[in-house]
T-cell receptor, first 112, second 114 residues
Framework: SQQGEEDPQALSIQEGENATMNCSYK?????LQWYRQNSGRGLVHLIL?????REKHSGRLRVTLDTSKKSSSLLITASRAADTASYFC????????????FGGGTRLMVKP | GAGVSQSPSNKVTEKGKDVELRCDPI?????LYWYRQSLGQGLEFLIY????????KSGLPSDRFSAERTGGSVSTLTIQRTQQEDSAVYLC????????????FGPGTRLTVL
């Protein structure tokens, strides 16, 4: 079963614009991670935010976490055509092993 | 260094046949995970190995699915008597095993059951 719900399910923007994707989850978490997937194959880890963190940056990526609302957002600034991919949030739940529970993903298309 | 590798990259089989999918984790990673990604179900956890501990099999969808990890390294996911609903991309990941560690994913095996 999926822990998270992501919205939007699909997002289409022009190159240079910012893209914001949101993720909501249901149970308490140890951390939340964002992954990118190209062409339905391997997942690439983008960024991890711990439950006691509220915001984290990595290059053009900015992630926020609101544990009171059980939600997170991923912002990609100054998007590029190469950012076109599916983006997934994944959570790790306390006392539930190290497995990740994934959201349904957002399909991002960046038009050149 | 080398990442997680999986083989085969694509597998087409007939309903009722058994299949074996292989995962080579990153050297030194003690934790290994199998996930499945299908159109209807998204990304689902299947099974998790951590060192010499008993694997966490809580995500396996039926007793037709099994996995083993030999020598704490390579893992094989076996699906017996495949069904059409088993068609999916099977993804393997590995990590150092600490709770905050990143999981590194392989390219996946696309299984098609005819």
């Amino acid at each position: 079963s999926q822990q998270g719900e992501e919205d939007p399910q699909a997002l289409s923007i022009q190159e240079g614009e910012n893209a914001t994707m949101n993720c909501s989850y249901k149970t308490s978490i140890n951390n939340l991670q964002w992954y990118r997937q190209n062409s339905g194959r391997g997942l690439v880890h983008l960024i991890l935010i711990r439950s006691n963190e509220r915001e984290k940056h990595s290059g053009r990526l900015r992630v926020t976490l609101d544990t009171s609302k059980k939600s997170s957002s991923l912002l990609i600034t100054a998007s590029r055509a190469a950012d076109t991919a599916s983006y997934f949030c994944a959570t790790r739940t306390p006392n539930a092993g190290n497995m990740l529970t994934f959201g349904g993903g957002t399909r991002l298309m960046v038009k050149p | 260094g080398a990442g997680v590798s999986q083989s085969p990259s694509n597998k087409v089989t007939e309903k009722g046949k058994d299949v074996e999918l292989r995962c080579d984790p990153i050297s030194g990673h003690t934790a290994l995970y199998w996930y499945r990604q299908s159109l209807g179900q998204g990304l689902e956890f299947l099974i998790y190995f951590q060192g010499n501990s008993a694997p966490d099999k809580s995500g396996l969808p039926s007793d037709r699915f099994s996995a083993e990890r030999t020598g704490g390294s390579v893992s094989t996911l076996t699906i017996q008597r495949t069904q059409q609903e088993d068609s999916a991309v099977y993804l393997c990941a590995s990590s150092r095993g600490l709770e905050t560690d990143t999981q590194y994913f392989g390219p996946g095996t696309r299984l098609t059951v005819l």
